[in-house]
Each structure stands twice: as C-alpha cells, then as structure tokens.
C-alpha cells in the first residue's frame, strides 16, 4: 500500500487507515474541520463545500469549490485542500484571527444565523473571490445575477440557506473587492499546481486506483473489468451515500492527461472525457452556443466544477443533460481499450436503461463535436427547479435553416424513453421544408408522439409528451424573427 496523503490549510495529513470509499468530509470533521457540514449527501445543498487547487483555466492554479460530501478523500492524494477554517489568518497568541475578506462581509451583512450552512457558502463565495478575471467595476449597476464587482451569483447555486434568506447573502456576494496583492491564496494561483500522482491505496480489501497514464489505466481494467470508474464522483458519491454502495476496486481517471485536452480541428472539437463541465465552459468560452445553453442549467456549479461529460455519458441515465445536447450536435464518443480506439456515435452508443456499447475494459477518451455547427439552436430543460434539479424532460435543437428552409434538423431527448434518443420522425418531419407555423405544427404532433415517456413523481407520461410539442412551438416562437433577419 502507498500511503494517500493531503494537504488540508497548508498541513500535510495521511488519509490512512480509513476505508478506500471515506469522503472528504467525513475525514475533515473527524480532524475536527466540522466547519465541513453534511446537509444531503447527494451534492443539492454545498454545507460541505471545500476549496481545491486545480489546473487554472486562465491562471496556473484556480481555486475550485467542490462538495466535499462527494469526492473520496483518497480521490484528493497529492493535492491541496482550503476549508472554511483555514480562509481567516491567524492571529498572535492570545489575539484573535483576521476574517477573511469573504467571511468579514457575511458577517457585518446579516448573511449568517443559524450558521449551517455559513461555511459552505464561504467556501463557494470565496471560489468566485478568487477567480481571474472578476474584478470590480464602482460604475457598473450589475445584472440579476452579476454584482457591480462581477461576482456572478451562479457562483452560489449549489448553496441552499433554509433560514436566513438569500438577500443578506447576495448582498455579501456583491460587496467583496478584489484580493489583496498580499493575500496567500491569491498569490498561490500564480503558481503551478499540484502535479498529478499515482495512488494505490488499499484498506480492508478495498483499493482506490489512480494510474500515470491512459495506457496503465487500460491495462489495470483489462484485468479488473469489475472497477468502478470515477472521475468527478458526482454519481458516484451518491451512490456510496444514498445507496451504501462499495466497490472492490475504484479506479480514478480525473488526472489522466490523455482525458484532459481539448481541441478544436477544422472538422471537429474534441473535448476530453474527464474535463469538467467548468473548464469545457471557460475554454470553449461560447464557441458551441448550445453547450454554452446546456452549461448553466446543468446542476449547479459546485457539480459542474467536478462532474464530467465522460461520466455523465458513462452512467447512460435517461435523464442525463448532456445527451440530449451531444445527440442534437451529432457527436460521437471515442472508446479506449488496451487493444485500441474506436470511434462510435451517440446515436448508436446508447443500448438499454443505463445499458450502452462500451465493452468490458473500456472507457470513453473524448467526445467529438463535428463542424459547422448548426446556426439555430436550443436547448430546453422542463424541470420544477429553474437550477439544480433533474429534468422531467429536456429538449435539444440544431437546425440549419437556409432561405427560410429546413436544410437539416437535428433532435435530442432526454426524460421520454429508457435511453436519450434522437426524435428521427419530427426531424424528417422538418427536413426540406419551409421553416413556418404549419411545418413545426404539423412537426410538433409527430415530437409529441417520440420516445415512451412514463409517469413519476416528477411528471406523468402525458405531461412529458405535451412538452415535447411545446419545446418546438416555442422554439419556433423565439427564432421566426432572428431567422427572417
């Protein structure tokens, strides 16, 4: 066994003897870190939302906040973690600590009562306080979700406050400055971050896996076809904490280089499968519109900060957000395998409920996009939650319409059958013809028939079936003037 070890508020800790499946928080609070707080275990409410050094987007390190209550402790070996108790700067024995810019403002604003949640708003508010890029503007009035020192409060929604309110919190959000040129933390974004490293952890039975390259990855599951793969854990976690799942053997594919490039070729965008939702965010910065739409509805941004598009494919949920997307884009998934790659579209990816094509010993590498893109896009996500919800169903659109004609029409689903589909009749349904109100009518009844939508606690079968006419009707509504300027 290789010993796991963190660095938790500038201390170095060993990780042993606890069990390979222990989360981060529950190695926190044992430390006495309790500042750490389980609320759900399920990633919905950020009390337990830690501070994490990772690659930088436009930086070379960027503080990132995740839900501690997820990620494994022996998924963070080699790496640096900031808790709500190491943001003050201590003071001389017998003084007092200094509280941290993020902190000091909550406090003098009301944004704190009965405390629960307080820490893993600060951690979360603290992410954004660290973020190249956010800087104050005294001139500017902001936006719903944008102060005048361009915190964008999105930010925070991970972060669920069930008795003091969330205006005293915005108000403390839209009040820090920028960080001081002496502070640590941001000084600490100017350096490298901590390099990946190779962790064999095992304890009573039970080992936690994280291999240098793709190569030894592919080989350890060629033996092991049983591992559990991970990346971000957000489903993962879940089921460790909801489920009391346990695996023999986890293996960790969030470091892997080969999994963390993206590029953009003349016919395609490759976007590797353990980048998280974020860095796909900040590094396209817009260049696909509709994963720009997808991006802000999905979860929150403490999930986006750690989930995948690897893994979100990888769990083969019928409700997942990105399929519907990745399906209207015509994507493909690159599958890995000791004896070599292949190269499979979505469309033929999907097998069964949570049932697809990738063999035993196989992982997804990338997801390719190809070009052109579709000028006319859409995504609609129909849940009971505007953020931070699961969709009861979700709609994707990319259509090419050229001289107010369908040249090609492009339909993902979510949420309506035990896999995500393409809505192949209302496309051939639009395809050729002239993009007016009795086409997408005519269209919209077909949609509305797709897929096999079933009745839940979320919504009944005729209540999802409405919305997909709807999705169209509405997306006709908002594009008939842009597509006839």
């Not at 696909?288 to 979860?299: K, R």
Request: glycine content about 8%.
């Amino acid at each position: 066994m290789v010993t796991a070890r963190i660095t938790v508020n500038g201390k170095e800790a060993s990780i042993s003897p606890v069990a390979p499946h222990t989360t981060a928080l529950d190695f926190l609070r044992e430390r006495g870190l309790t500042g750490t707080k389980e609320g759900c275990a399920e990633g919905e409410c950020g009390a337990c939302s830690v501070l994490v050094a990772r690659p930088g987007v436009n930086k070379p390190t960027d503080w990132v906040a995740v839900n501690a209550c997820l990620v494994p402790v022996a998924a963070l070996d080699g790496q640096e973690v900031v808790t709500s108790e190491g943001l003050a700067t201590p003071g001389e024995p017998g003084t007092a600590s200094t509280l941290h810019p993020v902190q000091e403002e909550m406090a003098v604003r009301g944004g704190s009562q009965c405390g629960y949640c307080t820490p893993g708003f600060i951690c979360s508010m603290a992410a954004e306080y660290y973020r190249p890029g956010r800087c104050a503007h005294a001139d500017s009035e902001g936006d719903a979700e944008h102060g005048p020192n361009g915190f964008d409060l999105h930010a925070l929604s991970g972060n669920l406050c069930r008795c003091t309110g969330y205006r005293p919190i915005r108000d403390a959000a839209y009040a820090v400055g920028d960080p001081a040129e002496d502070d640590p933390l941001a000084r600490r974004r100017e350096q490298a971050p901590p390099a990946p490293v190779a962790t064999e952890y095992t304890q009573d039975g039970r080992t936690f896996l994280r291999k240098d390259t793709l190569a030894e990855t592919l080989r350890v599951l060629s033996e092991r076809p049983d591992a559990v793969l991970v990346a971000g854990s957000t489903d993962w976690g879940v089921e460790v904490n909801i489920r009391s799942r346990r695996a023999d053997c986890v293996v960790a594919l969030d470091r892997l280089s080969e999994l963390r490039e993206l590029s953009v070729e003349s016919d395609h965008i490759e976007i590797g499968a353990a980048l998280t939702l974020t860095e796909i965010e900040r590094r396209l910065d817009g260049e696909v519109p509709l994963l720009a739409e997808l991006f802000p509805q999905f979860a929150s941004r403490l999930i986006r900060n750690s989930a995948t598009l690897g893994g979100n494919l990888g769990t083969g949920s019928p409700i997942g957000d990105s399929p519907p997307v990745l399906l209207a884009l015509e994507a493909s998934v690159v599958l890995a395998h000791a004896d070599g790659e292949r190269e499979v579209p979505l469309a033929d990816y999907f097998t069964g409920y949570r049932q697809s094509v990738r063999r035993p010993g196989e992982l997804i590498r990338a997801v390719r996009v190809p070009l052109p893109l579709s000028r006319v896009t859409a995504f609609h996500k129909i849940a009971k939650r505007r953020f931070d919800d699961i969709s009861s169903v979700a709609v994707a659109f990319a259509l090419d319409i050229e001289d107010g004609i369908v040249r090609k029409a492009r339909i993902g689903l979510g949420g309506v059958a035990a896999t995500p589909i393409r809505a192949r009749a209302a496309e051939e349904a639009l395809e050729g013809r002239p993009w007016s109100a009795e086409t997408t009518e005519a269209a919209a009844a077909l949609l509305q028939a797709e897929g096999t939508p079933m009745s839940d606690h979320r919504a009944s079968a005729g209540y999802r079936s409405a919305m997909l006419g709807q999705s169209l009707l509405k997306l006709y509504a908002q594009t008939t003037e842009a597509v006839s300027s």
